[in-house]
């Protein structure tokens, strides 16, 4: 099977996510895109006012609940380490070595890349899905991904996704400010949200 995987914190998942998700399955003829909510990244540790890994597992269940490729796991929801994706991705490499693994960033992620725990790791167990974001310049981006792909010896390729100006920092700060945030999530999201008092300023 051709499986993507979208990691990250998804406090909340919004359009954004769901868009890139449907995109890199068409594109690339993925079989499906797994969610992978993470529960204690390393670069996230402190993470006050925010939802739950409970929640934040609960609103991305919600948001994909409708769509037949689309899938989840809380392969990343340890309770205590951190989730590094080099371990993730060989993990699911050894426990599905038949499988090819497309895993879906953004380009700010990308131009960090040297700074992640082990990257060439992450290369060898998998192809990088980048996609555009924060309106990157289409030249930079190609030679951040060039850099890549020589450094590591990458499989990487870029999707043609449109730039979605939305964030789950942009989202938070709006319900916290009483603002609507209505279709930049989904419905169901939206109204667990609302339910749950999440985000709201204390």
Known sequence: MRIGLMGGTFDPIHIGHLIL????????????VVYMPAGNPPHKQHREGRATNEERFEMVKMAIADNPHFQISDFEM???????????????????????????????????????RN????????TLVVATRNHTPEERLDAQIEHVREKYGASIEKMDS??????????????AEGRSIRY???????????EHGIYRQK
């Open 21 to 32: 998700g449907e995109t890199a399955y068409e594109q690339f003829h993925l079989d499906q």
């Open 78 to 116: 340890t309770e205590d380490g951190y989730s590094f994706t080099y371990r993730t991705l060989e993990t699911l490499k050894k426990m599905h070595p038949e499988d090819s693994f497309f895993f879906i960033i953004g380009a700010d992620s990308l131009f960090d890349f040297d700074l992640w």
């Open 119 to 126: 990257p060439q790791r992450i290369c060898n167990a998998c």
């Open 162 to 175: 449109e730039n979605i100006d939305c964030s789950s920092k942009m989202i938070r700060s709006w319900v």
């Open 184 to 194: 930049y999530v989904p419905e169901s999201v939206h109204t667990f949200i609302e």
